[in-house]
């Protein structure tokens, strides 16, 4: 198989597994969709600990308005709190709520099991390789990004 049909195969695979893994991850978890708990994750792996919805739409590349529904139906099952900012009123933070992180807890060994089921037949050496190739397309898609923003402006 040539180059461009390699890369076209591969640019196609990355929406497949990703809807594929969304199905598999949705049914994992009654309570929390993959795209919630990805958010939870996002705000809790946060240098800040309490991120503001901006920063965490940006953490899980997603838009602040996709972020703030998802947070709000977070917020009405007590896993996050939403609250203004003291200093600016037009800023939002999100914090995880004990509820939410006791919750996490319990599911992680969970977690692990399908990472493991997941990733099964990997070795080490591949799922480097396979580390190292996500982060280089990641560095691009976010050049790729930079440009259509500069674009955007024109």
């Known amino acids: 198989m040539e180059n461009t049909k390699k890369k076209a195969f591969i640019f196609g695979s990355i929406f497949?597994?990703?809807?594929?893994?969304?199905?598999?991850?949705?049914?994992?978890?009654?309570?929390?969709?993959?795209?919630?708990?990805?958010?939870?994750?996002?705000?809790?792996?946060?240098?800040?600990?309490?991120?503001?919805?901006?920063?965490?739409?940006?953490?899980?590349?997603?838009?602040?308005?996709?972020v703030k529904k998802m947070l709000l139906i977070l917020e009405k099952s007590g896993f996050v709190t939403?609250?203004?900012?003291?200093?600016?009123?037009?800023?939002?933070?999100?914090k995880m709520t004990n509820k939410c992180l006791n919750y996490l807890r319990q599911?992680?060994?969970?977690?692990?099991?399908?990472?493991?089921?997941?990733?099964?037949?990997?070795e080490s050496d591949e799922i480097n390789e396979l580390m190292q190739a996500i982060l280089k397309l990641e560095k691009n898609i976010l050049r790729l990004e930079g440009l259509n923003h500069d674009e955007e402006k024109e």
Do not use: C, M, Y
């Open 16 to 66: 497949t597994l990703s809807n594929k893994l969304q199905i598999i991850g949705d049914r994992f978890d009654k309570r929390l969709t993959v795209k919630q708990w990805l958010l939870l994750a996002g705000i809790h792996n946060s240098q800040n600990k309490n991120p503001t919805i901006s920063e965490v739409a940006v953490i899980v590349g997603n838009s602040r308005q996709n």
């Open 82 to 94: 939403i609250e203004t900012d003291s200093n600016d009123a037009r800023v939002q933070k999100v």
């Open 107 to 122: 599911r992680e060994n969970r977690e692990l099991e399908f990472l493991d089921q997941l990733f099964e037949g990997f």
